[in-house]
């Protein structure tokens, strides 16, 4: 598109993929207000386009993000904080996307950082990545929904020492205790397994793609008897999609290559 923005980078690498780089080098990509809405409008067009499948938000090599912009959160009071819903715009946008998202982590993911990332359906990163919620350090908590997937991906245990004692975590820690579906030993190695998830994503039905999403999900949410029905009724309602037909049609036909309508 001919938009151009001052925070983030937007490209589309391969068939189907689309990618957002934060792109705020000198402030190691602190998650300022303008960098958010710049986010946020650039995921909802991609999501919106018909030719994206999936969505990759990635860093730099040195840095995905160092947390909220502090800079701009030091003067913040509480009836500005609370009046605006401060952080809440965060959240909005990115964990409602239709297509599925890859956080590809390098360098640091601290506090909003390692939340943003944590708010992607598939987390990858390097070994050397470094995570961490150090916002006691600065005398606030994790703010944008980090007390909360932390202590579903990794424990309370591993959580709560985490976030009491602000200490950073690797990648290679963050994939050991499931925070990570994957840790690479480089930031090429990285970019190459974000893009080549991102592209098997991109070739499945939209639709069935979308129901995966969206019952993996709602797990986070409900109890398991529920989780289990719900599962089943989205189940049972692919059956009326024409993707059902088209993929177990090629199955029994031996067609490696099925032609989605979605
Ligand atoms: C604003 C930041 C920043 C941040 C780094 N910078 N992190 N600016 N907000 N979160 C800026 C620095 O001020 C500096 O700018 C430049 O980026 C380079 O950083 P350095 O500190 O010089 O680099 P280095 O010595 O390599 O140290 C890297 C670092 C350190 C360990 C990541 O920058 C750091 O501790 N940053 C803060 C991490 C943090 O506390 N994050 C949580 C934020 S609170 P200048 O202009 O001096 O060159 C949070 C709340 C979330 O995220 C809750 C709601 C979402």
Request: glycine share 10%.
């Amino acid at each position: 598109s001919a938009r151009t923005y001052e925070n983030i980078l937007v490209d589309k690498p391969v068939d189907g993929v689309g990618q957002v780089t934060l792109n705020r080098p000198k402030a190691l990509n602190a998650l300022s207000t303008p960098l958010f809405k710049e986010l946020n409008e650039a995921l909802q067009n991609l999501d919106d386009d018909p030719a994206i499948r999936a969505i990759i938000i990635a860093g730099s090599e040195r840095a995905f993000a160092a947390g909220a912009d502090i800079k701009e959160m030091k003067d913040l009071t509480f009836s500005r904080a609370y009046a605006t819903n401060f952080i809440q715009l965060w959240s909005t946008t990115i964990t409602n996307l239709n297509k599925p998202t890859i956080a590809a982590v390098s360098g640091y993911a601290l506090g909003g950082g390692c939340e943003l990332a944590m708010m992607a359906d598939i987390l990858y990163c390097t070994a050397d990545a470094k995570f961490g919620q150090p916002e006691i350090k600065l005398g606030v908590i994790p703010g944008a929904g980090g007390s909360q997937r932390l202590t579903r991906a990794v424990g309370k245990a591993k959580a709560m020492e985490i976030i009491l004692t602000g200490k950073t975590f690797s990648g290679e820690e963050a994939e050991k205790w499931g925070l990570a579906a994957k840790s690479f030993s480089n930031f090429e190695g990285l970019m190459n397994g974000a893009k080549e998830t991102a592209s098997i994503i991109a070739g499945h039905s939209m639709l069935a793609t979308k129901a995966a999403k969206e019952v993996v999900n709602q797990s986070q949410e409900l109890a398991l008897g529920e989780g289990v029905k719900f599962e089943r009724r989205l189940f049972h309602a692919l059956f009326g999609s024409q993707d059902q037909k088209v993929g177990m049609e090629a199955f029994a036909n031996k067609d490696k290559d099925p032609k989605w309508t979605h």
